[in-house]
């Protein structure tokens, strides 16, 4: 997973393992530092963000944390409690969801879809040069 391939905020995506099925839909990309410290406490459910590491500050209910590397490979997934910290190793990416999503599997390589919607959204993006 390359920075330049997520790299607008705000940009809701659409996560998927071809290789099982796994899919969770409505992640919204957070770029912005004082983003990435609210988490998903900063309005969205579920929230993906360039950290080895979460908080669960100012968190009200527990949450699932799933570690990606720089490829979109699952390194580790943890549950994150109010008032506790998680630390991913060799997490590059953080994708925070429900605690009562299903896990995607250890080592399984997720694929990021933009919502076709946010894509044309975008008047800076040449569509010939730079696909999806």
């Known amino acids: 997973m390359r920075r330049e391939s997520v790299a607008r905020s705000g940009l809701v995506l659409t996560l998927a393992d071809r290789d099982t099925g796994w899919v969770v839909r409505g992640v919204t990309l957070l770029t912005g530092f004082l983003q990435r410290l609210g988490g998903a406490g900063a ?3 579920r929230v993906l963000m360039r950290a080895g590491s979460v908080h669960g500050r100012r968190l009200h209910f527990a949450m699932l944390v799933v570690g990606l590397d720089s490829t979109g490979s699952v ?7 109010p008032g506790r910290f998680v630390q ?3 997490a590059t990416w ?11 599997v250890l080592g399984g390589r997720l694929d990021i879809y933009a919502r076709a919607s946010e894509r044309q959204a975008d008047p800076l993006r040449n569509t010939n040069r730079e696909p999806w």
């Open 94 to 104: 953080v994708l925070e969801l429900k605690d009562h999503d299903p896990r995607p």
């Open 88 to 90: 991913l190793p060799g």
């Open 75 to 81: 390194v580790g997934t943890a549950s994150l409690s």
């Open 43 to 45: 309005g969205a459910d």
